[in-house]
């Protein structure tokens, strides 16, 4: 016996709402079966569904720019401060910077900055920021090509995407417990509903009963047992083997086909002759020997003879 399966995903749950939504909407419907009290909680149930998912589909699409947003902003925050420090230290390196002046940015005289992680590219920003500024207190010149401004402006920057973001998470956060509660709400008003149609619908025959349940959209599906079963009964239909040959020759606009038979150790050709008349005749295989010389000897006389392939799968 088929059983019934409530909808599973937001989508499906729409649609399930919206058959009953629809129904309220057409006064000549017959809604006898359904109370409108039930049909009103059906139609205000789709409506916050379908805005609640709207609603989360558009902050997960906002999201998603600004993690493109964050990743952009972050990359050229580090090629920036890796400039700044390449030039500090070269300028080091030529004795433009003593060494009271390189301490304040507080990084090494050679190698690489550590900037694995967001939060030690921004820390590393704000070092070299007041670094720059203690420097030219300290009566220093300000560093040109490149300028500090450059680390500035993208530490900014990438202190706004990531208020941002969190901004988003927390909207996202919102949109999707508001979605799982209209959902909730939805599989409530949906079992009710279909209970009613089950109910009503109760003194019917089973594959009657099932047939005009499924007008309203009720999902019905079968347990595997019963596809087996199903599967094993189905009719089957042979073409006798002759009609086979004929309808190859049908297909074929040459005189003769050859292919091999489903028998063991054989290989049949098939001729046509003017009277329309079919001769079958099988060659039998003795030896795995003698298979492989006969398919390769009705291969030879297949190319030499021109004949036709098997115009479809045997």
Known sequence: MPYRRLPATYTTRIEALRIFADIKQESATDN????????????QSYRMLENALNIYKQ?????????????????????????????????????????????????????????????????????????????????????????????????????????SQKTNDNFINHTRKKLKEESDKADVIIKDLWDTIESTHSHLPADKKIEECKKYGIIYYKRSSEKKKQKDNLPTQEMPFKDIVKKAFAHSAKDSVIFPTKKENAITSYNENSSQEINIVEIPLKSQKNKKETKHKCKKDKESNNLPELPFEW
């Open 32 to 43: 006898s079966i359904i109370s409108q009290e039930l049909l009103n909680n059906a139609e």
């Open 59 to 163: 902050a997960t699409d906002r999201q998603q720019n600004s993690n493109h947003k964050y990743r952009k902003t972050l990359a050229e925050l580090e090629a920036h401060i890796l400039n700044f420090v390449e030039s500090c230290q070269q300028k080091c390196a030529e004795g433009l910077f003593d060494e009271q002046s390189f301490s304040c940015y507080g990084i090494e005289k050679e190698g690489t900055p550590d900037l694995s992680t967001e939060q030690k590219t921004l820390d590393l920003a704000q070092k070299l920021q007041k670094g720059e500024r203690e420097r030219i207190m300290k009566g220093g010149m300000p560093m040109t090509n490149p300028t500090i401004s450059n680390v500035s402006i993208f530490h900014d920057k990438m202190i706004d995407v990531i208020v």
